[in-house]
């Protein structure tokens, strides 16, 4: 099984690219653990209020019991940066910076209130309740440099590191990201989105990649165009000139394994892929897509197929909805307004 469990998203303008798969197992050098579990709910303000035992900055982030994440971070973060610390939390979000971060209290905690509505968000488009995904999510933010050396993923907007069934999750961003809010809005509901795909479906070996980034790809523009009318701005670029062929090769190439191989590929193949969850949503008429995937994602992971899981959670054929989608493509080659029409992209 060769998967890359980091999930990279929104390299600038092109769109994200698989990650380096190094380091999937094996004991993380780590912080963690910081907060103590259980625990009352972060209260909004900076300073001094108690979440879980925790003393310093709280946020409110949600409903219900929070469990801290007492696993180390993924170690790709965690040897990039060893000096990580809590700087402040909530009940479904931590973040988490490097001792000496220049980030003020107050920056933190816009930051964090941000990540929590756009996980909220999220949680509320894939139909999962905020109890199901209890640990707290825990985002980290450090400077240009130590991201691009955690991810090796230099000029992109966040990377997440989906949970698999044998390392924990973490989403990091570079602190220059926080100044374009556009931008970090669209990034953080993407990579919220592998957060809870992944935790839902740990054993992800049979889950194609036009799913994985399609529904990430979606969730950032939805956010996107509900915060500031603007979906993810790559997509439409490619998607202005696609035909069915653009379809039949996202889904040839952007299969089980990422057979990308610049990030011109990877903007085209999440184009495509994100734009083919957003037909089955509006153009079939299949108002909870992202749900239904979420729970194809969640019966794969626990081993059933997925082309059959596909048509009975969608009510239609993979092959079918694949082909039909190609010649939607085809059919508005020249009429991209009703391409559009209905859609997060119109
Ligand atoms: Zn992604």
Same mark, same amino acid.
């Not at 190094?22 to 900076?46: H, K, N, P, Y």
């Given at each position: ?24 197992? &094996? !004991? *993380? =050098? /780590?912080?963690? @653990?910081?907060? #103590? $579990? &259980? !625990? *009352? =709910? /972060?209260?909004? @303000?900076?300073? #001094? $209020? ?297």
């Amino acid at each position: 099984m060769v998967r890359a469990f980091a999930v990279i998203a929104l390299a600038l303008a092109l769109g994200c690219s698989s990650g380096d798969p190094a380091g999937g197992t &094996g !004991g *993380a =050098a /780590g912080s963690g @653990g910081l907060a #103590g $579990s &259980g !625990g *009352a =709910a /972060g209260a909004a @303000g900076a300073g #001094g $209020s108690s979440v879980g035992g925790f003393a310093g900055l709280g946020f409110d982030c949600g409903q219900g019991d929070p469990q801290a994440d007492d696993r180390p971070l993924p170690k790709d973060v965690t040897a990039a940066a060893p000096n990580l610390e809590l700087a402040a939390t909530s009940r479904r979000i931590e973040v988490w910076t490097p001792k000496d971060s220049p980030l003020l209290d107050s920056e933190v905690i816009d930051f964090g209130q941000g990540a929590c509505e756009a996980l909220l968000f999220d949680l509320d488009a894939h139909d999962v309740a905020q109890p199901d995904l209890s640990t707290r999510v825990r985002i980290v933010v450090v400077d240009g440099a130590t991201f691009d050396q955690a991810t090796g993923a230099p000029g992109a907007y966040g990377v997440a590191f989906s949970a698999t069934h044998s390392a924990t999750d973490a989403v990091i961003l570079p602190a220059d990201g926080l100044a374009n809010v556009v931008e970090l809005d669209d990034t953080l509901a993407h990579e919220l989105t592998h957060i809870v795909s992944g935790r839902a479906a740990p054993y992800d070996a049979w889950l194609p990649w036009w799913l994985i980034e399609g529904i990430a790809v979606l969730s950032g523009s939805q956010f996107g165009k509900k915060l500031h009318d603007q979906p993810t701005g790559f997509v439409v670029d490619w998607l202005d000139v696609a035909d069915g062929s653009d379809a039949d090769l996202t889904f040839q190439r952007y299969g089980l394994e990422d057979q990308t191989q610049n990030l011109g590929e990877v903007g085209h193949d999440q184009a495509l892929s994100g734009f083919f969850i957003e037909y089955l949503r509006v153009k079939r008429g299949i108002a909870d897509v992202q749900a239904r995937l979420l729970s194809v994602m969640r019966k794969v992971s626990d081993g059933d197929d997925f082309a059959e899981t596909f048509a009975a959670e969608l009510g239609v054929p993979l092959a079918q909805a694949q082909a039909d989608y190609a010649q939607f493509l085809d059919d508005t080659v020249a009429d991209l307004a009703k391409r559009y029409a209905g859609t997060v992209f119109e």
